[in-house]
Every structure is written in structure tokens, then in C-alpha cells.
Nanobody, 122 residues
Framework: VQLQASGGGMVQAGGSLRLSCVAS????????IGWFRQAPGKEREFVAG????????RYAGSVKGRFAISRDNAKNTVYLQSNSLKPEDTAVYYC????????????????WGQGTQVTVSS
């Protein structure tokens, strides 16, 4: 499985970005996708995740109500709509695949994309 994350950029606080994660392979709908982020000097942290059938989504408390994850299995793509961005959201954002059971810990995530930079200025 190969993942390609895109959609990052530089925005002012309060702005929005939509990140995309495109995956290769025919079994895209069988696994969950998680978004993680890593700021300089900090550990990689869970942002949001979605099950293969979109029935289940999870969010980190810091982004709940501001970010929304969705997927289009016909396009092998997962989206992360990021609204009301804050400077503390600045990080490299990564997408990754996970088999069930999945959650906010790194363990279940096997394949990772290369990351896309999000920079939020105050």
C-alpha cells in the first residue's frame, strides 16, 4: 500500500485547509485510515481516524469540532477538513492505514504517507 498526502499549506489563524490522502491498491475500503501530526520537537500524535466503511470516526480532543474526516472509497481517498485553524495546529500531517482494531495509538498503523506541511500563522 502506498499513501500520498497533499493539501497542506500556509494559512492565517482561523483559516481552513482540506488535506487529502490517496492510497494505492484494491483493498482500500477494508482498512481504517488515520491522520497524525508531528510538530518540531514533539511526538507524533493522533488527529483523527475513520473506519473502512465510514461508520466510525474518532478525533483528538484538540481538534474535535474543528476538523472533520471523511472518505470516498471509489476514489481511494480520505479527506481531513481542517477549520478554525490555530497556530498550535502547525505540524507535518501524515496519513496511515490500520487494520481492525484501530484507535489513537500508533501500533495498528502499518503504512504511512510522506506527510504534508501545515503552517498556521497568528
Amino acid at each position: 500500500v502506498q499513501l500520498q498526502a497533499s493539501g497542506g499549506g500556509m494559512v492565517q489563524a482561523g483559516g481552513s485547509l482540506r488535506l487529502s490522502c490517496v492510497a494505492s491498491g484494491r483493498t482500500f475500503s477494508t482498512y481504517a485510515i488515520g491522520w497524525f501530526r508531528q510538530a518540531p520537537g514533539k511526538e507524533r500524535e493522533f488527529v483523527a481516524g475513520i473506519s473502512g466503511d465510514s461508520a466510525s470516526t474518532r478525533y483528538a480532543g484538540s481538534v474535535k469540532g474543528r476538523f472533520a474526516i471523511s472518505r470516498d472509497n471509489a476514489k481511494n481517498t480520505v479527506y481531513l477538513q481542517s477549520n478554525s485553524l490555530k497556530p498550535e495546529d502547525t505540524a507535518v500531517y501524515y496519513c496511515a492505514t490500520a487494520a481492525e482494531p484501530w484507535g489513537p495509538s500508533l501500533g495498528p498503523y502499518a503504512y504511512w504517507g510522506q506527510g504534508t506541511q501545515v503552517t498556521v500563522s497568528s
